[in-house]
T-cell receptor
């Protein structure tokens, strides 16, 4: 069964360092999402891609976060510099639908980030 | 401004009984509602969904009810099994978008 792949699964870093997360969506899925889940809360959308284009990054802290999906397939989310408040689970999801589609999203296992 | 609220952080039920998880929303512009289940150290997995034009959708042991006048969504699990123990998130699709807005989650524990 096709799955969304993410790496690394766990990342520990010190504040002010740079970190990067990688996501490979299900093959053929045009839409890719990055979510952040803080403990005790639901996932919150950071950025949404349709193919290689950013559709929604209104909740992405652009002073320190960046995301790219250069060839419209896999994606990288970067944080530089990391802050203590960035400690969270970072989830990647993909969907076969376009930006107005209502298909369910398929999530990867996430990257657990701890900033010390 | 929380558009989707799950007011019960946790729920404990006995195996074989019914589990009822609740979700309230504030915006009538949501036209599709979903439930996700999440085990520790895994990503959320899709469970069941319902369109705003319906008031009930059933899939095996899982039934979702939608009360539009009350802006309330519920998930019934009958009978509950220990393997159902997980965090359950309700989520909504705002009209015209492909993004999901999640509630805070409810941790369900099903005791053998």
């Amino acid at each position: 069964e096709a799955e969304v792949a993410q790496s690394p699964r766990y990342k520990i870093t010190e504040k002010s360092q740079a970190v990067a997360f990688w996501c490979d969506p299900i093959s053929g899925h045009a839409t890719l999402y990055w979510y952040r889940q803080i403990l005790g809360q639901g996932p919150e959308l950071l950025v949404q891609f349709q193919d290689e284009s950013v559709v929604d990054d209104s909740q992405l802290p652009k002073d320190r976060f960046s995301a790219e999906r250069l060839k419209g397939v896999d994606s990288t989310l970067k944080i530089q510099p990391a802050e203590l408040g960035d400690s969270a689970m970072y989830l990647c999801a993909s969907s076969p639908a376009g930006t107005s589609g209502r298909y369910e999203q398929f999530f990867g296992p996430g990257t657990r980030l701890t900033v010390l | 401004d929380q558009q989707v609220k799950q007011n019960s952080p946790s729920l404990s039920v006995q195996e074989g009984r019914i589990s009822i998880l609740n979700c309230d929303y504030t915006n009538s512009m949501f036209d599709y509602f979903l439930w996700y289940k999440k085990y520790p150290a895994e990503g959320p997995t899709f469970l069941i969904s319902i369109s705003s034009i319906k008031d009930k959708n059933e899939d095996g042991r899982f039934t979702v009810f939608l009360n539009k006048s009350a802006k309330h969504l519920s998930l019934h699990i009958v009978p509950s099994q220990p393997g159902d123990s997980a965090v359950y998130f309700c989520a909504v699709f705002p009209r015209g978008t492909g993004k999901l807005i999640f509630g805070q989650g409810t941790t369900l524990q099903v005791k053998p």
